[in-house]
């Protein structure tokens, strides 16, 4: 929508210098006029769960920047100020990135010593993970690098040994009792002192951007207990990550600074701008993809993103990324978290299991979609919701009892897939790499050929299937839950083990059988010919792309993520086929799904509207409705102003030149009526209920000794959007996608006929699809 913005803003020019009051009113209104000169507070601000007018706050800005440019003029000190004003957008951004990257970094850091912590303890120093206790041990060896005597488990902690069936249930009760432990702790801080801080956020902050106003949702209390809850829901070992509420985490930083600077706290259309930034920096620190991180707002979240905001994401992104990399959670000087290094090609006839592993992740993101919905929604309309702390504890109790035994989903999700992206060195000590070596084997260590598979493998291949089928059911029941869970980490663990048992049967395959026509071309015997983490990594960008329908980002982000700038074509091919494969069972990805079940008012940019339907058929008032409430321009007193306040409740009034004519003036908002007929009755003297109301230059002739009358043409917006009632409703929707309109009113030859808002536009395309209208809520 920026190649709108130029035409946006002469539109708005106009409604700006037309609603400015020029200068002294003739026949003596002037000195009634004084408390209406200076903006009162509020004026022009918006109710809770209401939508912005992007044409007003572009105007707005306008103006703000037309008067600074006049002001720098005219002496050294509005120079400075104007330069100030030209640079806090880019202060904003380097906050945003420091502390979003600082918190980033903490969050890593205290997740992966509480994981840790539900198996055993670090007798040295107990605030080490395990991996750091063993790095600090003078007795730690290369081959049992996970074992040294300064960290120990549990069941050896209290019994003095860590061997029989005694040490294992003794350590399965302590991971389990830890796991409901830090499960009920974030469910009950979010649910006492931040309700909005549960979920991924993100289907939140992708309404927020296409200008909804939920308050509190950015607050500091939302950045302070999901910070807190976070890092205790990724460490209860629940099927859930933490990249998606990163995006939020960064936005409530956004906002926190946004309230530093009068630019953006008092102009909502500037702060979305700010917002689409931080989520960009939100997704480079997640997964240390700072190009990604700027693709993903552009692409997924931001629904109004010029120019400018683009360098800026950038900056914000890089800032971020800097600072995660300076606390160096990971401790291996990367800011990525799954480094991987491959030393082979990948060949034209893998092309057929990617593309394959591309239908398998559309298939499931698509299932998972269905399956989440219809679990939210019986969560929202049975008994089930009112139990929110029951539900985490009882779904992270579950998690844990059929987790532990096995290994693969005993450790953390990351280290999960980390381990299935890695690729077999001669130095790894994973089950997936018990593979059988040759004697005669005598070759440089990174170029290991394909060999039979061992013992190990076969038992890591059940484990993983297993881990399959548990990810796959767990996550539904998950995603959704009132602690902070994100999407992404889950949602890859999924395709990522999918990929490395895919690559397996393809490696196991091609070494029994190299001399069948397919192999024949590229894998000699004795040589390295498949690897089997590139098909992980291919199975988890393909298994994402089909939940979150990316493609573009999500490429980026995948290359970024594991360095792995060679498989950018096999990642692209997976990517889109998952897209095609999900878009066939429907066109909305998880985010979007979710915000339909909230009754959000989101106009999606990517949903296409082809009914012939005429503006006419959606308008308000209806036939069998009682006539449109409007305001005249001169004949209402400040009575039957309050009074049709109180006895309606619309979001604002059209102003006509008088009820019989119906000729159409302009539009006034209604907290803007509401609070100059407050601020008048208190500011302006002599005014009473009987007060006349007028909204033209002059006022009206008056009959002797009149009450004082009450001039509201400084709030009058004089060019409101209009279009006539034969406008084809694909061009009514295109108009409030592309300018952001909150309302538009409907006329014919100059005369009034209706009004139609976002709701109804929002509704009438419900009904074109036979969906419930009524599931849209909000304004």
């Not at 450790?411 to 381990?419: C, K």
């Not at 029941?477 to 397996?504: C, Y």
């Not at 005014?687 to 009206?700: A, Y």
């Not at 002739?701 to 959007?721: E, G, H, M, W």
Request: glycine share 8%; hydrophobic share 45%; net charge neutral.
């Amino acid at each position: 929508s920026s190649s709108s913005s130029s035409s946006l803003s002469s539109l708005c020019l106009a409604s700006a210098s037309a609603s400015t009051p020029g200068g002294e009113e003739p026949n003596g209104a002037g000195h009634l006029m004084d408390f209406l000169d200076e903006p009162f507070p509020d004026v022009g601000t918006y109710e809770d769960f209401h939508t912005i007018d992007w044409l007003r706050e572009k105007s707005r800005d306008t103006d703000r920047h037309r008067k600074i440019t006049s002001k720098s003029k005219e002496s050294m000190w509005e120079l400075i100020k104007s330069l100030l004003d030209a640079w806090s957008g880019w202060v904003v951004m380097l906050l945003i990135g420091l502390l979003s990257g600082t918190l980033a970094g903490v969050i890593d850091l205290a997740v992966d010593w509480m994981t840790d912590l539900k198996e055993g303890v670090c007798l040295s120093a107990f605030w080490y993970s395990h991996e750091q206790c063993c790095w600090t041990s003078n007795q730690t060896t290369f081959d049992d690098r996970d074992k040294c005597p300064e960290w120990q488990k549990w069941a050896e902690l209290m019994t003095g040994t860590s061997e029989g069936a005694g040490a294992y249930l003794l350590n399965y009760l302590l991971y389990v009792l830890w796991a409901l432990l830090f499960s009920f702790l974030a469910v009950s801080l979010v649910r006492v002192f931040a309700p909005y801080a549960c979920g991924s956020g993100i289907p939140e902050i992708k309404t927020i951007l296409s200008g909804f106003i939920i308050r509190g949702y950015l607050g500091k209390w939302t950045l302070l207990i999901k910070t807190v809850t976070l890092v205790l829901a990724v460490s209860s070992g629940l099927s859930l990550g933490k990249e998606g509420p990163l995006v939020h985490v960064a936005c409530c930083c956004g906002n926190l600074f946004c309230s530093l600077f009068s630019k953006y706290s008092k102009n909502e259309g500037k702060r979305r701008e700010v917002l689409s930034a931080a989520a960009a920096a939100g997704v480079s620190v997640a997964f240390g993809a700072p190009i990604g991180g700027v693709l993903f707002s552009l692409e997924e979240v931001s629904y109004y993103f010029p120019l400018k905001t683009l360098w800026r994401s950038f900056f914000a992104a890089l800032v971020a990324a800097f600072t995660l990399r300076s606390i160096n959670p990971f401790g291996n000087s990367r800011l990525v978290l799954f480094y991987v290094e491959y030393h082979t090609p990948w060949y034209m006839a893998e092309l057929v299991p990617f593309i394959l592993l591309g239908v398998f992740g559309g298939l499931w993101g698509a299932l998972f979609i269905r399956a989440n919905i219809a679990w939210c929604r019986r969560r929202k309309t049975t008994r089930l919701g009112r139990y929110p702390v029951l539900e985490v504890v009882g779904v992270a109790g579950v998690t844990a009892l059929l987790a532990f035994p096995n290994p693969y989903t005993r450790r953390s999700t990351s280290e999960l897939i980390s381990e299935l992206f890695n690729d077999c060195g001669a130095l790894e000590s994973s089950q997936l790499c018990d593979y059988v070596n040759s004697p005669n084997m005598s070759r440089p260590l990174d170029d290991i050929p394909d060999r039979p598979a061992g013992p190990g493998v076969y038992t890591a291949l059940w484990q993983l299937a297993l881990a399959l089928v548990f990810k796959v059911v767990v996550t539904v029941f998950t995603f959704g839950m009132k602690i902070p869970s994100g999407l992404f980490i889950p949602s890859m663990a999924v395709g990522a083990i999918a990929g490395r048992m895919v690559g397996i049967a393809v490696e196991q395959t091609a070494y029994h059988h190299h001399d069948w026509i397919i192999f024949r071309n590229w894998c000699r015997p004795g040589a390295d010919c498949v690897t089997p983490g590139l098909y992980a990594m291919v199975g988890a960008a393909a298994c994402l792309g089909g939940v979150t329908r990316m493609t573009v980002s999500l490429v980026v982000i995948m290359f970024e993520l594991t360095g792995g700038l060679e498989y950018i074509v096999p990642l692209m091919a997976a990517a889109v086929t998952s897209k095609w494969v999900a878009d066939a069972f429907g066109k909305e990805g998880i985010y979007e799904s979710h915000i339909q079940l909230n009754g959000y008012p989101y106009l999606d940019v990517r949903d296409e509207f082809s009914h012939r339907t005429l503006a006419a058929d959606v308008m308000r008032p209806r036939r069998s409705e009682p006539p449109l409430a409007v305001l005249t321009q001169d004949a209402d007193s400040v009575e039957e102003v309050e009074a049709l306040i109180k006895g309606t409740d619309y979001n604002g009034f059209p102003v006509v030149v008088s009820r019989e004519s119906e000729r159409l003036i302009g539009f006034v908002g209604r907290r803007d009526l509401t609070l100059a007929v407050k601020t008048a009755r208190q500011k302006q003297e002599g005014v009473v209920s009987s007060s006349l109301v007028f909204f033209t230059e002059d006022p009206p002739p008056l009959p002797d000794d009149p009450p004082p009358p009450l001039k509201l043409r400084r709030i009058l917006n004089l060019s409101p959007f209009t279009v006539t009632d034969h406008t084809p409703m694909e061009t009514v929707v295109d108009i409030f996608r592309k300018l952001g309109l909150r309302q538009c009113l409907v006329t014919r030859s100059g005369r009034l006929l209706g009004i139609i808002t976002k709701k109804d536009v929002l509704r009438h395309m419900a009904q074109m699809m036979d969906q419930d209208p009524e599931s849209i809520m909000f304004n």
